[in-house]
């Protein structure tokens, strides 16, 4: 429950807040997807400046199945570092939030968040914003 929906029913107690409950549901889920779509953006952002950067043949269409890491990704362990650094760098100016991804946390994840880009947002999304 949300801390509005706290509030509202702190000041209406008797009130039924079940509409309210659905209606900040569907807005949170709304807030949520759109956050998810900026990320994947700015994650298909930072790989096509790196990859213009350093003349890597990106695939014609950049989708959440991309790798990041291993498999076909076609960055090595720099690309990646530099890749990181816009990511964190783009969040900041769009959401106006300072995040770290190359942490102690983000780096003992049983699977790491940089496979791909759907990974990567998952996490972000997930546990940053």
């Known amino acids: ?10 000041h209406n107690p008797t009130l039924n807040t079940n509409w309210l409950s659905v209606t900040l549901t569907v807005k949170e889920n709304k807030m949520l997807e759109t956050k998810r779509e900026e990320v994947v ?11 213009d950067k350093s003349n890597i043949n990106l695939p014609k269409k950049l989708d959440e199945e991309t790798r990041i890491l291993g498999g076909n990704s076609p960055f090595d362990s720099m690309h990646v570092v530099n890749i990181i650094v816009l990511i964190e760098d783009y969040i900041a100016d769009t959401f106006n939030l ?21 990974t990567l947002t998952d996490y972000i999304v997930g546990n940053l914003i």
């Open 1 to 10: 429950m949300s801390n509005v929906h706290e509030m509202w029913r702190s």
């Open 41 to 51: 953006k700015i994650i298909k952002k930072a790989f096509t400046e790196v990859g």
């Open 98 to 118: 300072n995040i770290t991804l190359a942490n102690e946390h983000t780096m003992s994840q049983g699977k790491s968040p940089f496979l791909s880009i759907r």
